[in-house]
Each structure stands twice: as C-alpha cells, then as structure tokens.
C-alpha cells in the first residue's frame, strides 16, 4: 500500500512539472504617458487548452490621477482578426502594483491594458496604457 501511494504521489509530482513547463513570460509595453509602469503576463495552458493569464503590473499610476483622469484600468483580450473583448478591471493597489488573472479560449491574440470610466464598458474608448501581443 506504501509504495502505490508514493508510485502515486510521484506521478502526481511529475504531472504537475509537466504544466509548469508550458508557462512562459511576456513583458507588457508601457505607453509613454505611464513611463514608470512595468509589467508582465506569465502565459500558460489550463487542462482545458485554454490560455491562462496572470498579468502583474508594477508602478502604474492610479486611473484618477492620469491626465485625462479615469475611474479604473480594465484589462483587454483581442484575438487575431476579432474584436478587443473586456476581461474585468485591473485594480491597482496604494502601492501602484495590481494584478489581473483570468483565461482565454485563444493561442493568438494581444493583451492591453486601457484606463476607462466603466469597468464594464464594450469597448475600449480610453488611453492605451500597456499591451502586448501574446502567441502559444
């Protein structure tokens, strides 16, 4: 019963390695009106085949105090010959990081990052703050 169970727990080791394996890092690119932002997507696939996504951002300033001002970043995904597509809000924290994780039924696409007045809105209408293409 000793060895099944760490015959198991190998296994379940090595299949867990394996999906790690997959996850590559992408830096996003900062538009000139947030020079000090940074960021990075690290891309991955879920047992699913769908992209994951964990956008990290690092010294982004607060929507309300961009120039013109906004209430909130919202986080874009647009395939290759479609439409951007809403993610949800990227919110930023006191300390100007935020994060944004989610999935995505493509393997080719970019990921932007926009500061909007509506976190829900359809389409994006405010500045481009990061993008990035993405290809898996």
Same mark, same amino acid.
């Given at each position: 019963?000793?060895?099944?169970?760490?015959?198991?727990?190998?296994?379940? @080791?090595?299949?867990?390695?394996?999906?790690?394996c997959?996850?590559?890092?992408?830096?996003?690119?900062?538009?000139?009106?947030?020079?000090?932002?940074? &960021?990075?997507?690290?891309?991955?696939?879920?047992?699913? &085949?769908?992209?994951?996504?964990?956008?990290? @951002?690092?010294?982004?300033?607060?929507?309300?105090?961009?120039?013109?001002?906004?209430?909130?970043?919202? @986080?874009?995904?647009?395939?290759?010959?479609?439409?951007?597509?809403?993610?949800?809000?990227?919110? @930023?924290n006191?300390?100007?990081?935020?994060?944004?994780? &989610?999935?995505?039924?493509?393997?080719?696409f970019?990921?932007?990052?926009?500061?909007?007045?509506d976190?829900?809105?359809?389409t994006?209408? &405010?500045?481009?703050?990061?993008?990035?293409?993405?290809?898996?």
């Amino acid at each position: 019963m000793k060895a099944k169970f760490v015959l198991f727990f190998a296994l379940m @080791v090595s299949v867990g390695m394996l999906g790690a394996c997959g996850h590559k890092k992408v830096a996003m690119t900062a538009a000139s009106t947030v020079p000090a932002a940074t &960021g990075h997507a690290e891309i991955g696939t879920d047992r699913n &085949g769908n992209t994951t996504i964990d956008l990290k @951002v690092q010294h982004l300033a607060k929507p309300e105090n961009l120039t013109p001002a906004a209430s909130t970043y919202v @986080v874009w995904i647009q395939p290759r010959g479609g439409a951007p597509q809403n993610q949800g809000a990227l919110q @930023v924290n006191s300390d100007l990081n935020g994060e944004y994780k &989610g999935t995505a039924p493509y393997k080719n696409f970019d990921i932007f990052v926009t500061a909007e007045n509506d976190a829900k809105t359809n389409t994006p209408s &405010g500045q481009e703050v990061m993008r990035q293409h993405v290809e898996r």
